[in-house]
């Protein structure tokens, strides 16, 4: 591979993605349409049924975050044998992967996974945020 790099900083610096992505013609403003029709078009594109389709789509959300772990080995250059070979932006790409594999297999467990996730994510943010206030 070839080497690549992003200039030295923090990696939290913003990508070169548009500031507004609502406004791209490829980025409905609405996550959970695009998670829908994604969740529809591999639904009648599966090969399995049943338990073992829902077992395959945890899976690849396996395979998603070991693409992160790969992704940031490297861009820190952690493998002596090859290098940089990664950047931030595709940290940051591979971690976007996983919440949409994660938001998908969601769909496939829920059908009203936008609830779960917001019932979910209030809980999470009242243990945490509300201990602060406490």
Excluded: F
């Amino acid at each position: 591979m070839s080497e690549r790099s992003d200039a030295p900083g923090d990696p939290r610096q913003p990508s070169h993605a548009p500031d507004d992505p609502t406004q791209s013609s490829h980025a409905p403003g609405d996550p959970w349409r695009s998670v829908e029709l994604l969740y529809s078009w591999l639904d009648s594109n599966r090969a399995h049924d049943g338990r073992e389709l829902l077992l395959l789509r945890l899976l690849k959300l396996q395979e998603e975050v070991g693409e992160v772990a790969e992704a940031v080995i490297g861009v820190t250059g952690s493998n002596p044998r090859k290098g940089t070979t990664h950047t931030w932006d595709d940290v940051r790409a591979e971690l976007c992967d996983v919440i949409i594999t994660a938001m998908v297999a969601l769909r496939t467990l829920a059908p009203d996974a936008r609830a779960v996730l917001a019932a979910h994510l209030a809980g999470v943010a009242e243990r945490s945020l509300g201990a602060r206030r406490g």
